[in-house]
């Protein structure tokens, strides 16, 4: 499993940024697709999944503001997020299972891409 997160950066607070997360060394079509993210000091936590029909799954701080897709013939997930906050100030990371997984078993995180909402 080899996942590439990227698209992070430095915004505004109410700005936007589209993560993107290219995966490779499984059948990506066949699993569901999950972002996490490690604010400062803090645990990892799920952030949104989706599944392999297409269903999604928000934490409750995010609805509304994000937004996962994926495309299967590019290998790639993707997470819109709009009026961001500084508390979604975190390390962002995908991973190729559901978000009901315990999040201290998975182990095949990337690299992971900074977002940093700040005026």
């Known amino acids: 499993v080899h996942l590439v997160e990227s698209g992070g950066g430095l915004v505004q607070p109410g700005g936007s940024l589209r993560l993107s997360c290219a995966a490779s060394?499984?059948?990506?079509?066949?699993?569901?697709m999950s972002w996490a993210r490690q604010a400062p000091g803090k645990g990892l936590e799920w952030v949104s999944g989706?599944?392999?029909?297409?269903?999604?799954w928000y934490t409750d701080s995010v609805k509304g503001r994000f937004t996962i897709s994926r495309d299967n013939a590019k290998n790639t997930v993707y997470l819109q997020m709009n009026s961001l906050k500084p508390e979604d100030t975190a390390i962002y990371y995908c991973?190729?299972?559901?978000?009901?997984?315990?999040?201290?078993?998975?182990?095949?995180w990337g690299q992971g891409t900074q977002v940093t909402v700040s005026s």
């Open positions: 060394g499984f059948a990506f079509s066949e699993f569901a």
């Open positions: 991973a190729n299972t559901i978000p009901a997984f315990d999040i201290t078993l998975y182990d095949h």
């Open positions: 989706i599944y392999t029909n297409e269903g999604t």
